[in-house]
C-alpha cells in the first residue's frame, strides 16, 4: 500500500520561501509519478507540479512556473517543493499524489490513485 505523507507547511510572508517534503512509502512500481495538487477554500483541487520517477522529467502549471520547483531525493524517498515569491494566492492545503503511470498530462487529480493528508500553507503580511 503506498503511503504518502506531507510537510513543512506554515504561515510565511508574501515574498517568502517554504520547501514542502512528500515521504514516500510503500512503492514498488519503477514507473511512477507525484504530483502536487493545492486546494484552496471554495476552489477546485489545482495541480501544480509534477515528477516523473523513470526519467525526472518535471511538469508546472503556469500559476507556478517560475516560482516553484520539484525535486525529488531517491535515498531519502522523499519529493520536494521549494516555493519561493509566494503570494497570498498561494494560500491553500497542499497535498502529493502518487500515479502509477507518467505525470497527467493535464494535472488531473481523477489520475492519480494515493493522496496524503495535505499541509497547511497561508501567505499572508
Known amino acids: 500500500q503506498v503511503q504518502l505523507v506531507e510537510s513543512g507547511g506554515g504561515l510565511v510572508n508574501p515574498g517568502g520561501s517554504l520547501r514542502l517534503s512528500c515521504a514516500e512509502s510503500?512503492?514498488?512500481?519503477?514507473?511512477?509519478?507525484i504530483e502536487w495538487f493545492r486546494q484552496a477554500p471554495g476552489k477546485k483541487r489545482e495541480g501544480i507540479s509534477c515528477?516523473?520517477?523513470?526519467?525526472?522529467?518535471?511538469m508546472y502549471s503556469d500559476s507556478v512556473k517560475g516560482r516553484f520547483t520539484i525535486s525529488r531525493d531517491f535515498v531519502k524517498k522523499v519529493v520536494y517543493l521549494q516555493m519561493n515569491s509566494l503570494k497570498p494566492e498561494d494560500t491553500a492545503v497542499y497535498y502529493c499524489?502518487?500515479?502509477?503511470?507518467?505525470?497527467?498530462?493535464?494535472?488531473?487529480?481523477?489520475?492519480?490513485?494515493?493522496w496524503g493528508r495535505g499541509t497547511q500553507v497561508t501567505v499572508s503580511p
Open positions: 515528477i516523473n520517477s523513470h526519467n525526472g522529467d518535471t
Open positions: 499524489a502518487f500515479r502509477q503511470d507518467d505525470c497527467s498530462k493535464n494535472h488531473y487529480a481523477g489520475d492519480y490513485a494515493f
Open positions: 510503500g512503492l514498488t512500481a519503477d514507473l511512477h509519478a
